[in-house]
């Protein structure tokens, strides 16, 4: 069963950090490059970040750049999303997403003071 699930979330406030998780199961991660989204509400899904399979390119919205970053363990099947000096305006609910299989339920990160 294949099974993509994020934790990591929470309330932080301006100028902090989280770091998500995404656990994959169900398939071989490491053949798979894998996307951060987020969406808050009535707003677009936009796509935060991607890595490829092996974990040795990526890419990052201009809203984020330079304070994300995305890592993967493909012996651990985990991708990672470091969000650092974060500000209200990236509380959205983060997913990841794997084309072609799937993607998680999300996790909340909310921003504020």
């Known amino acids: 069963q294949v099974q993509l699930v994020e934790s990591g979330g929470g309330l932080v406030q301006p100028g902090g950090s989280l770091r998500l998780s995404c656990v994959a199961s169900?398939?071989?991660?490491?053949?798979?490059?894998l996307n951060w989204y987020r969406q808050a509400p009535g707003k677009e899904r936009e796509l935060v970040a991607n890595?490829?399979?092996?974990?040795?390119?990526?890419m990052y919205a201009v809203s984020v750049h330079g304070r994300f970053t995305v890592s993967r363990d493909n012996v651990k099947n985990t991708a990672y999303l470091r969000m650092n000096n974060l500000k209200p305006e990236d509380t959205a609910k983060y997913y990841c997403?794997?084309?072609?299989?799937?993607r998680g339920q999300g996790t909340q990160v909310t921003v504020s003071s």
């Open positions: 997403d794997v084309p072609r299989i799937g």
């Open positions: 169900g398939f071989t991660f490491s053949s798979y490059p």
């Open positions: 890595i490829t399979r092996a974990g040795d390119n990526w």
